[in-house]
Nanobody, 123 residues
Framework: QVQLVESGGGLVQAGGSLRLSCAAS????????MGWFRQAPGKEREFVAA????????YYADSVKGRFTISRDNAKNTVYLQMNSLKPEDTAVYYC????????????????WGQGTQVTVSS
């Protein structure tokens, strides 16, 4: 079992920044890929960013490329999402997830999910 706890969400003005954290426990963190997803009201959950087990490879949704950065610290069992130049359309609940077999953009491949953290960007 893997437990994931997100933090760092909040209310920010457009153009501002936030850094989300996701603390993992339960199994060897460095063995699995991690992803960030988000879900806005009335919309399906969508992929935001993913990172492989070592942190050496990352992948981003086109909508956040150049603004968001995913990273991980395996010594701290934590994955981060640095969000800059935030836009009102970034408003959503953000979830981190763990993939035991690899990493990628498909939600169904992820085995464990956090409870989510709300990000609200005002215009």
């Amino acid at each position: 079992q893997v437990q994931l706890v997100e933090s760092g969400g909040g209310l920010v003005q457009a153009g501002g920044s936030l850094r989300l954290s996701c603390a993992a426990s339960g199994r060897t963190f460095s063995n699995y890929g991690m992803g960030w997803f988000r879900q806005a009201p009335g919309k399906e959950r969508e992929f935001v960013a993913a990172i492989n087990w070592s942190g050496g490879s990352t992948y981003y949704a086109d909508s956040v490329k150049g603004r968001f950065t995913i990273s991980r610290d395996n010594a701290k069992n934590t994955v981060y999402l640095q969000m800059n130049s935030l836009k009102p359309e970034d408003t959503a609940v953000y979830y981190c997830a763990a993939d035991m077999t690899g990493w990628g953009m498909i939600p169904m491949r992820y085995n464990y999910w956090g409870q989510g953290t709300q990000v609200t960007v005002s215009s």
